[in-house]
């Protein structure tokens, strides 16, 4: 096997996260820690007052009655980011409990399903009204709601209703807080402190558990690699249920000492998240592809846009989940700012490799290991990992995690890719990979970043196969680049208006892109524009705006099936066929 690590030891962890957040509050005192936005403004919450409210709520978490079940006692949250959530989230876990953060948009069976695996003992949830229609056996014994429901109460539930704004409301005594705070020191780095279902782009989720430990690495990591300052400012639309966001995003912002801001509009309004922007004016953003796209698009169609994103102030900015697109990330090196790229799961507490802050990157390439990891390459090209931040194992699930797991302890991720001098080249989630009919292995995210790169009208590109004799692909257009027209592409753009017209230049574009292929077999032949959006609310979609190809598979079945039989009279409306012709 081929190995990979990081030249730089990790060096000392903090002891658990109740101490790196009272230590910031002592530290930082009256300086921001996180926003939210109020009216036409923000409204800023001090290091001070968290450290306060961290220790109201862990003493109160602790007066609860009950016992540990050996994995932990555990609290839910299916609630959208924002300052309560945010210091009741890192109470749960700096009172040695197990935070369960639960996505609010799944179909209720499946919550439902999951709040009785997690078996919690308390619910913190600001969707009150889809909450208490579960089932009331899922339910656990308290639940905390954290703005008031548009229904009545069942009076079944009524009783299992908690207040916390009078929890919040009363200082806690010296002697208390003195209490809670040597609780909190003490919790072990080792202890689990988290259940984070993966958002799973197959199968249902799988309970990632992770450590104190485990997510304190990273953030030593960063703090070495990043060098970040006290007072940094990050604007936050990643949801928190995600480990991208809520791990990765979030833990970033408090260990580093700096203030979160939540973007309100969740990331759903480009026009809202722009407003937010020039309140806010990041140091850093974080973001998905798919956001990154439309930004650009609506900085070179308006100067006032352009003005907003690219300000003096912004450092750099970090993608993941995808590849991100030339055409996106050169609008941003054009601005002279750094595209970052990091590459893990969540069951590495995410992040393995990082890209260096450079203005000039490598589609495909997401860097090398941070410290305190080590990966290797094994026979078939599938990523081993190894390190401080890989999890404990899946929740109750034991078959589940001895299979991603070597005899020797390192962690399957599923992910196909090969060492460089860059670092790491992704190729191709595992089960993606597919064989054509005369037995050549073909790895669709490559093909897929291609077109994306070549196109910017195109905001989803799937290829498939298995079986035929050329890959094939369906297209989902941008509709962002349709509104912004001739600002989305180059000169020698056609500069398509929708999705019938993407479906005329996008033939030629491919054309030219089959004849650079390295083999002949991985050329598209049939393809397929779809004129319509895809949504997480219809499971097409994970919460961080990943495909999901067992979805995409069934609900365009019928398109598949015109594509495999070339027969394409019975196709549904708003679909358009891609003339490809071989070129010689």
Same mark, same amino acid.
């Given at each position: 096997?081929?190995?990979?690590?990081?030249?730089?030891?990790?060096?000392?962890?903090?002891?658990?996260?109740?101490?790196?957040?009272?230590?910031?509050?002592?530290?930082?005192?009256?300086?921001?820690?996180?926003?939210?936005?109020?009216?036409?403004?923000?409204?800023?919450?001090?290091?001070?007052?968290?450290?306060?409210?961290?220790?109201?709520?862990?003493?109160?978490?602790?007066?609860?009655?009950?016992?540990?079940?050996?994995?932990?006692?555990?609290?839910?949250?299916?609630?959208?980011?924002?300052?309560?959530?945010?210091?009741?989230?890192?109470?749960?876990?700096?009172?040695?409990?197990?935070?369960?953060?639960?996505?609010?948009?799944?179909?209720?069976?499946?919550?439902?399903?999951?709040?009785?695996?997690?078996?919690?003992?308390?619910?913190?949830?600001?969707?009150?009204?889809?909450?208490?229609?579960?089932?009331?056996?899922?339910?656990?014994?308290?639940?905390?709601?954290?703005?008031?429901?548009?229904?009545?109460?069942?009076?079944?539930?009524?009783?299992?209703?908690?207040?916390?704004?009078?929890?919040?409301?009363?200082?806690?005594?010296?002697?208390?807080?003195?209490?809670?705070?040597?609780?909190?020191?003490?919790?072990?780095?080792?202890?689990?402190?988290?259940?984070?279902?993966?958002?799973?782009?197959?199968?249902?989720?799988?309970?990632?558990?992770?450590?104190?430990?485990?997510?304190?690495?990273?953030?030593?990591?960063?703090?070495?690699?990043?060098?970040?300052?006290?007072?940094?400012?990050?604007?936050?639309?990643?949801?928190?249920?995600?480990?991208?966001?809520?791990?990765?995003?979030?833990?970033?912002?408090?260990?580093?000492?700096?203030?979160?801001?939540?973007?309100?509009?969740?990331?759903?309004?480009?026009?809202?998240?722009?407003?937010?922007?020039?309140?806010?004016?990041?140091?850093?953003?974080?973001?998905?592809?798919?956001?990154?796209?439309?930004?650009?698009?609506?900085?070179?169609?308006?100067?006032?846009?352009?003005?907003?994103?690219?300000?003096?102030?912004?450092?750099?900015?970090?993608?993941?989940?995808?590849?991100?697109?030339?055409? *996106?990330?050169?609008? @941003? %090196?054009?601005?002279? !700012?750094?595209?970052?790229? #990091?590459? /893990? +799961?969540?069951?590495? &507490?995410?992040?393995?490799?990082?890209?260096?802050?450079?203005?000039?990157?490598?589609?495909?390439?997401?860097?090398?290991?941070?410290?305190?990891?080590?990966?290797?390459?094994?026979?078939?090209?599938?990523?081993?990992?190894?390190?401080?931040?890989?999890?404990?194992?899946?929740?109750?699930?034991?078959?589940?995690?001895?299979?991603?797991?070597? *005899?020797?302890?390192? @962690? %399957?991720?599923?992910? !196909?890719?090969?060492?460089? #001098?860059? /670092? +790491?080249?992704?190729? &191709?989630?595992?089960?993606?990979?597919?064989?054509?009919?005369?037995?050549?292995?073909?790895?669709?995210?490559?093909?897929?970043?291609?077109?994306?790169?070549?196109?910017?009208?195109?905001?989803?590109?799937?290829?498939?196969?298995?079986?035929?004799?050329?890959?094939?692909?369906?297209?989902?257009?941008?509709?962002?680049?349709?509104?912004?027209? *001739?600002?989305?592409?180059?000169?020698?753009?056609?500069?398509?208006?929708?999705?019938?017209?993407?479906?005329?230049?996008?033939?030629?574009?491919?054309?030219?892109?089959?004849?650079?292929?390295?083999?002949?077999?991985?050329?598209?032949?049939?393809?397929?524009?779809?004129?319509?959006?895809?949504?997480?609310?219809?499971?097409?979609?994970?919460?961080?705006?990943?495909?999901?190809?067992?979805?995409?598979?069934?609900?365009?079945?019928?398109?598949?099936?015109?594509?495999?039989?070339?027969?394409?009279?019975?196709?549904?409306?708003?679909?358009?066929?891609?003339?490809?012709?071989?070129?010689?």
């Amino acid at each position: 096997m081929q190995f990979l690590r990081s030249t730089q030891e990790l060096g000392e962890l903090a002891a658990n996260i109740g101490s790196l957040v009272l230590a910031n509050a002592a530290r930082r005192g009256s300086a921001p820690a996180f926003a939210e936005r109020n009216g036409r403004n923000y409204r800023c919450v001090s290091w001070a007052r968290l450290g306060a409210d961290l220790g109201r709520i862990a003493a109160w978490l602790s007066a609860l009655p009950g016992a540990d079940d050996g994995d932990g006692r555990r609290v839910a949250f299916i609630a959208g980011n924002g300052y309560v959530r945010h210091v009741c989230e890192l109470a749960v876990m700096a009172s040695g409990r197990v935070s369960v953060p639960i996505f609010a948009g799944y179909p209720a069976p499946l919550m439902a399903e999951l709040l009785r695996f997690a078996a919690v003992e308390l619910l913190v949830t600001d969707q009150p009204d889809k909450v208490l229609a579960l089932d009331p056996a899922c339910l656990p014994a308290r639940i905390v709601l954290l703005r008031r429901p548009d229904s009545p109460v069942p009076a079944a539930l009524a009783e299992r209703l908690l207040d916390l704004s009078q929890v919040l409301a009363h200082p806690l005594r010296r002697d208390a807080r003195s209490r809670i705070e040597t609780t909190m020191h003490a919790v072990p780095a080792a202890r689990g402190c988290l259940i984070m279902f993966t958002s799973g782009t197959s199968g249902l989720p799988k309970g990632v558990q992770l450590s104190h430990a485990n997510l304190l690495s990273q953030q030593q990591a960063l703090r070495l690699l990043w060098k970040p300052r006290p007072g940094l400012r990050l604007l936050s639309y990643l949801p928190w249920h995600h480990s991208f966001g809520g791990l990765f995003e979030r833990f970033f912002a408090v260990a580093s000492g700096g203030c979160i801001a939540v973007e309100d509009g969740g990331g759903k309004d480009i026009a809202r998240l722009l407003e937010n922007f020039a309140l806010v004016r990041p140091h850093v953003f974080f973001s998905v592809p798919k956001i990154y796209q439309e930004i650009a698009v609506r900085a070179q169609a308006d100067a006032a846009v352009e003005r907003i994103v690219f300000h003096r102030q912004l450092q750099f900015v970090f993608t993941a989940a995808a590849p991100l697109p030339l055409s *996106a990330s050169n609008v @941003f %090196r054009q601005h002279g !700012i750094p595209v970052v790229e #990091g590459w /893990g +799961l969540t069951e590495t &507490s995410p992040c393995c490799t990082l890209t260096p802050r450079q203005l000039d990157r490598t589609p495909g390439v997401v860097g090398f290991p941070i410290p305190g990891v080590e990966l290797a390459c094994a026979d078939d090209g599938e990523i081993l990992v190894r390190g401080a931040n890989v999890m404990r194992g899946y929740f109750r699930n034991e078959v589940a995690t001895g299979a991603a797991f070597t *005899a020797d302890g390192w @962690f %399957r991720t599923g992910d !196909i890719g090969q060492f460089g #001098g860059e /670092g +790491l080249r992704i190729l &191709s989630r595992k089960e993606r990979m597919f064989k054509l009919a005369n037995g050549e292995k073909v790895f669709p995210a490559q093909i897929e970043a291609r077109i994306h790169t070549r196109c910017p009208f195109v905001k989803y590109a799937y290829v498939f196969g298995s079986g035929q004799r050329h890959p094939h692909l369906l297209v989902f257009p941008s509709r962002e680049a349709f509104a912004a027209g *001739a600002c989305a592409g180059g000169d020698d753009c056609a500069h398509p208006q929708g999705p019938a017209q993407l479906a005329c230049c996008l033939a030629s574009c491919l054309a030219d892109i089959n004849v650079q292929q390295a083999t002949g077999y991985e050329a598209i032949r049939r393809a397929l524009v779809v004129g319509r959006e895809l949504s997480i609310e219809d499971n097409e979609l994970t919460p961080s705006f990943k495909l999901v190809p067992r979805r995409i598979e069934e609900r365009y079945a019928d398109c598949i099936r015109a594509m495999e039989d070339d027969r394409y009279d019975r196709l549904p409306e708003g679909v358009y066929v891609l003339e490809l012709e071989p070129r010689r």
